[in-house]
């Protein structure tokens, strides 16, 4: 947070425009709900560490009202998130969503991961041992971000203007928790879901149609039109 100031080097024929600036606003919180059979366990701890989030957590049967900016779950029965912005789902998919996932692969091998996305900042997941996971029948837009030999295992996509991450493993059926990339994993999800803050009401230096001046071309003559 702070304030950003641009200003000409050099003083030209009208000084109101000389400097601008633009404030900063704090970086805002992310309401987060976990959901998972699993109190006091991996992504608790590591969702409590982060600085910007809020977090309630609750049972796979207890009933969501209120919207959430993020809703991380790690359950292995059927539950509904009836309301959300983005979705980070870890080894079974809330039965509210149409997207459909494959046999469950056993030991699958990692052979790739989309580097690009914001995602998988940081994250490194050369040989990472993996118990068992499902496929994921991913949309054809959706961005693959970690491929095993039989499909993918990790994918994002949005689905009804809502943002969806799906793992086709749970945690504790791999060892990520215990490296450091599950950390990254966890920050880069709460930065995909952070809410955006507008500061155009903070900006000043910048001209109102008041303010502007427009100066009208000359018109051409006969004599001055170009040859």
């Known amino acids: 947070c702070g304030v950003i100031t641009a200003a000409l080097s050099q003083p030209d024929s009208w000084d109101g425009d000389n400097t601008a600036q633009v404030e900063i606003p704090p970086p805002s919180p992310v309401k987060t709900l976990l959901i998972t ?21 609750a049972e796979p049967s207890a009933e969501v009202s209120q919207a959430y900016d993020l809703v991380i779950s790690d359950v292995t029965s059927d539950y509904i998130v009836p309301n959300f912005s983005n979705l980070a789902a870890f080894g079974r998919l809330p039965s509210n969503t149409t997207q459909r996932v494959g046999p469950t692969n056993s030991s699958p091998s990692v052979v790739g991961w989309n580097e690009a996305s914001p995602l998988m900042r940081y994250v490194v997941p050369t040989g990472i041992q993996i118990h068992q996971a499902k496929t994921l029948y991913a949309p054809e837009d959706a961005s693959i971000l970690l491929s095993g030999e039989r499909g993918p295992l990790m994918a994002q996509w949005t689905e009804s203007d809502q943002n969806i991450l799906f793992s086709g493993f749970h945690i ?37 149609k008041e303010q502007t001046l427009a100066i009208p071309l000359p018109e051409l003559t006969s004599d001055s039109a170009p040859k």
Not at 37 to 57: C, I, K, N, S
Not at 172 to 183: E, G, H, P, Q, T
Not at 184 to 196: D, F, M, Q, T, Y
């Open 172 to 208: 504790k059926d791999s060892d990520i928790a215990l490296r450091v990339d599950f950390i990254h994993l966890i920050a880069n999800i709460v930065e995909w879901s952070r809410p955006v803050v507008s500061t155009i009401n903070s900006q000043q230096g910048v001209l109102s």
């Open 37 to 57: 059979e699993a109190r006091q366990g991996y992504f608790e701890t590591a969702l409590r560490a982060h600085p910007l989030v809020v977090l309630d957590v």
